[in-house]
């Protein structure tokens, strides 16, 4: 089993309407809301590759019933623990004349120290039954900043290997620890790092305590840095779509490669095709099924030789 | 006791963020909700007041579950008929920078057919005990369009006066069964009606059905057209801050006063001190108390003379 833990979990809702009318009076046309946060989107994608998976972190309030409901809706298993706090909404307003969108996120609630508590309770109780943990997003108010670093410590105690996908200083709590495989995208990386090259970024990741480094580079694919060497996984075409969720569609790619223990190109080939299927499909968590199959054949995976290795030095 | 009928309540929520960045994505500061609908806010400023009042109208999913928490927390009796859509929500993103605000209305659950016929059994129930009825607000999708004409006509029929506070279709269709009161603004007496002077729309609802009319003009005051005379109600002076819920505690202040037969020019007085304060407070169904004291001895109710009788022919 895989458990996905997202610790400031989101109720997405769309609103549609024909055009945004900045301070005036906007009458929403079609209003949908999904379970979402990047931990919830990855147990979707296990989910839908037939994968045993629960999602835990934290819930509260008329939007954490709703989170809850939707997740049992989906037929995927949940243990998460309540908060006192309102879990938080994004709200995406689509124009539906262009398709331009405006997102509006809520900070999420604030996290007490008994309701912390609680949490690491429930999430050392499932490690006992987990292959791997998933630890994605960013962390709400009131938590440690190295709350990561503290529940990648739980797993590893428990021979669990850990993934951790968030950034900042989320991140940087987290390395420490020793997660197996931390996967930021570009933007992240160089922001955590200071590095502009990503292999430059990877490496200094990986010092300061990451096992693997997967890069997610946007459409260019994939760029991996691992005790057994670097790659660097390209899609076979550029593909136009919804991005929302491909990062996590990667990072269930690699998560059951990990499990599994794959070769590494065909774990990156995994996920470059399943994340660029995400792209294809309307909702986050969900992929094109066929467009998967059909790229999983055509992914470029290259090792990267003497003038791409990852270290540090390169910063 | 004075009932409130919300056919389609609203949680008010308010996004407060620097500035709407629009096809951006925007970090909300601060979230705040709150019940709302017109008939709620109405119910609010009666308990305000020391009036006896309940909520009636519908609520679903977790929005409904939220909006009657809220009203429990002040302290609002609530007999709110369950339905199986999802409460609206109405969402004010405030940018802080120059105050200027976005709304975003969702459209609201569908009603069924048995829902209605729910709902029509409690309010029966309800009128038993009521010294008068309020009807605010738009009708959601799945009612009769003279959804508001079955609700008078029951009132009517239990010898309970209705006021009737709505407008296009949901008001014309109300008006044949004869409601007490009816409280149009400038621009919906005007869309319904085509009459562009406020005297002549007011005669044309009576004409069509209402008892008396007072149109709320704004800042300017009150129009009342009705069977002991017509006048206009001005306030002391113009105000400024947020007028949601002004035209709302108009019509507090007339069902008070309508009950307690008060003479029409110290109804007026009440209905426009009040508004104006209500303008004052910052949340809708709040009102500044020292601002309507002082304003209620100081408003002008002048009987409009033989240059201004309310007549439909004025049309």
Excluded at 193 to 211: F, I, V
Excluded at 269 to 297: E, I, K, N, W
């Amino acid at each position: 089993m895989i458990v996905t833990v997202t610790l400031n979990a989101a109720v997405d809702v769309t609103y549609r309407l024909d055009r945004l009318d900045r301070h005036g009076s906007n009458r929403v046309r079609e209003v949908a809301q999904r379970a979402g946060g990047k931990g919830v989107n990855v147990s979707r994608v296990l989910g839908a590759l037939g994968h045993e998976t629960v999602v835990t972190g934290l819930a509260g309030g008329a939007a954490g019933q709703a989170l809850r409901a939707d997740l049992a809706a989906a037929g995927l298993r949940e243990e998460l623990v309540p908060v006192a706090g309102e879990t938080r909404r994004t709200v995406a307003v689509v124009e539906e004349a262009d398709g331009d969108t405006t997102i509006l996120l809520e900070p999420g609630p604030a996290v007490s120290p008994a309701e912390w508590s609680a949490f690491l309770t429930r999430y050392e109780r499932l490690l006992a039954g987990a292959a791997a943990v998933v630890l994605s997003g960013s962390l709400p108010v009131g938590l440690p900043p190295d709350a990561y670093g503290v529940l990648v410590g739980l797993a590893r105690a428990q021979r669990v290997p850990a993934v951790l996908d968030a950034d900042g200083e989320a991140l940087r709590g987290g390395l420490p620890a020793g997660p197996a495989l931390v996967k930021p995208n570009a933007a992240e990386l160089a922001a955590v790092t200071g590095a502009a090259d990503p292999r430059a970024g990877a490496g200094w990741l990986r010092a300061a305590g990451a096992g693997s480094v997967v890069a997610s580079l946007g459409p260019d694919g994939l760029l991996a840095c691992t005790p057994q060497g670097s790659w660097r996984a390209r899609p076979p075409e550029r593909v136009a779509g919804n991005p929302t969720g491909a990062g996590d569609a990667a990072v269930a790619a690699l998560t059951v490669g990990l499990v599994a223990g794959t070769p590494w190109p065909d774990r990156l080939a995994d996920a470059v095709a399943l994340s660029a299927a995400t792209v294809l499909a309307p909702l986050a968590g969900s992929y094109d099924a066929d467009a998967y199959r059909s790229m999983r054949q055509r992914v470029r995976v290259e090792p990267l030789g003497a003038d791409g290795p990852c270290t540090a030095e390169q910063a």
